[in-house]
């Protein structure tokens, strides 16, 4: 099977995206993860720990990890030449 950058880094976003948006949803309505989305709350700006938040947070964990996987997997290829 032929490695496929892209696929690899949407597969990376989605799912780190999709964590962040339940995480988020969990956090307002029992205070679970409420340290670590704070520290997320530092990196992403416009995120909170709110329901607007989750929206906001699953657009920045997409595109952080979509970028960051795709940064990665691209070298991986490069450097196994």
Do not use: E, H, Q
Not at 35 to 47: D, E, H, R, T
């Amino acid at each position: 099977m032929k490695w496929d950058t892209k696929r690899f880094a949407l597969t990376g976003g989605i799912i780190w995206a999709i964590i962040l948006f339940f995480t988020t949803l969990a956090s307002v309505y029992s205070g679970y993860g409420r340290a670590f989305l704070n520290g997320i709350a530092s990196m992403y700006p416009g995120y909170s720990i709110s329901v607007g938040g989750s929206i906001v947070g699953l657009i920045y964990g997409f595109l952080d990890v979509f970028i960051g996987v795709y940064v990665c997997a691209f070298l991986y290829k490069k450097l196994g030449k």
